[in-house]
T-cell receptor, first 107, second 119 residues
Framework: RKEVEQDPGPFNVPEGATVAFNCTYSNSASQSFFWYRQDCRKEPKLLMSVYSSGNEDGRFTAQLNRASQYISLLIRDSKLSDSATYLCVVNDYKLSFGAGTTVTVRA | GAVVSQHPSRVICKSGTSVKIECRSLDFQATTMFWYRQFPKQSLMLMATSNEGSKATYEQGVEKDKFLINHASLTLSTLTVTSAHPEDSSFYIC???????????????FGPGTRLTVL
């Protein structure tokens, strides 16, 4: 089983829509989680950390479900600029990356 | 945020040659640098972790004699792909973690990546 698994998508949504996707992780002892964003042929950039209580940053909401070992990302009011690949990252003694979920927002 | 640069951004070379990639932290001291590799549509895979002044720690399956890592200063780490072959073609990304304003930070800052194509 991979350490971090994501639905690759793609999720094709119209502008203004809400899109949400999950990521599962294998290590039940993991404590630290992040969502990164990666644009085509670029380096990943930190989008947000994921806290136990869930957290929101503008149109982005991240949730952690320890019992089921998954984290989620929800994007509200999608913009064209949100089109990217979203990487789920688990930080144990090293960063373990998922393969990414591709989101395409169309006009 | 902190800035990490990589050079070159893109390199094309013939099979059998060696390629050196530099990773620099521009505005902070990087006590630890990480090297990742990413194949198309796959996740970033950690290749090795290097602490300034000591030998790198390689992940399982990564040949240390093929991927030479040097972290001789707090602002520079290099990755040399020796005798590169077409299967080494990939996107190589470094990240750095270290001291910012005198405080040890747990955040990794990523370089822009180097796209290696071996013919």
């Amino acid at each position: 089983r991979k350490e971090v698994e994501q639905d690759p998508g793609p999720f094709n949504v119209p502008e203004g829509a809400t899109v949400a996707f999950n990521c599962t992780y294998s290590n039940s002892a993991s404590q630290s989680f992040f969502w990164y964003r990666q644009d085509c042929r670029k380096e990943p950039k930190l989008l947000m950390s994921v806290y136990s209580s869930g957290n929101e940053d503008g149109r982005f909401t991240a949730q952690l479900n320890r019992a089921s070992q998954y984290i989620s990302l929800l994007i509200r009011d999608s913009k064209l600029s949100d089109s990217a690949t979203y990487l789920c990252v688990v930080n144990d003694y090293k960063l373990s990356f998922g393969a990414g979920t591709t989101v395409t927002v169309r006009a | 945020g902190a800035v990490v640069s990589q050079h070159p951004s893109r390199v094309i070379c013939k099979s059998g040659t060696s390629v050196k990639i530099e990773c620099r932290s521009l505005d902070f001291q990087a006590t630890t640098m990480f090297w990742y590799r990413q194949f198309p549509k796959q996740s970033l895979m950690l290749m090795a972790t290097s602490n300034e002044g000591s030998k790198a720690t390689y992940e399982q399956g990564v040949e240390k004699d093929k991927f030479l890592i040097n972290h001789a200063s707090l602002t520079l780490s290099t990755l040399t792909v020796t005798s590169a072959h077409p299967e080494d073609s990939s996107f190589y990304i470094c990240s750095a973690r270290g001291l910012a304003d005198g405080v040890t930070s747990d955040t990794q800052y990523f370089g822009p990546g180097t796209r290696l194509t071996v013919l």
